[in-house]
Nanobody
Framework: QVQLVESGGGLVQAGGSLRLSCAAS????????MGWFRQAPGKEREFVAA????????LYADSVKGRFTISRDNAKNTVYLQMNSLKPEDTAVYYC?????????????????WGQGTQVTVSS
């Protein structure tokens, strides 16, 4: 069993930045890939970014590439999502998730555990 708790969401103006954190507990965090997804009202959950267990490999959705950075600190059992140059279309609930796999990170079905989500709202 893995517990994930996201934090760092909030209201920010377009062009601003936020840093999301996801604290994990319950298993050896460093054995798993981690991902961030988001879901806007009326839309399906979509992939944002993922990082390998070592941090050596990352993957980004085209919509956030160059603006968002995913990182992790295995000593703190925490994964981060630094979001810069935020746009109103980034408004969503952001979820972190754990995957035992080293491929297909863009697929929600590859993830075993999910956090409760944190709201990010970007005003224009």
């Amino acid at each position: 069993q893995v517990q994930l708790v996201e934090s760092g969401g909030g209201l920010v103006q377009a062009g601003g930045s936020l840093r999301l954190s996801c604290a994990a507990s319950g298993r050896t965090f460093s054995n798993y890939a981690m991902g961030w997804f988001r879901q806007a009202p009326g839309k399906e959950r979509e992939f944002v970014a993922a990082i390998s267990w070592s941090g050596g490999s990352t993957l980004y959705a085209d919509s956030v590439k160059g603006r968002f950075t995913i990182s992790r600190d295995n000593a703190k059992n925490t994964v981060y999502l630094q979001m810069n140059s935020l746009k109103p279309e980034d408004t969503a609930v952001y979820y972190c998730a754990v995957s035992p796999n080293d491929r297909n990170w863009w697929r929600p079905n590859e993830y075993d555990y999910w956090g409760q989500g944190t709201q990010v709202t970007v005003s224009s």
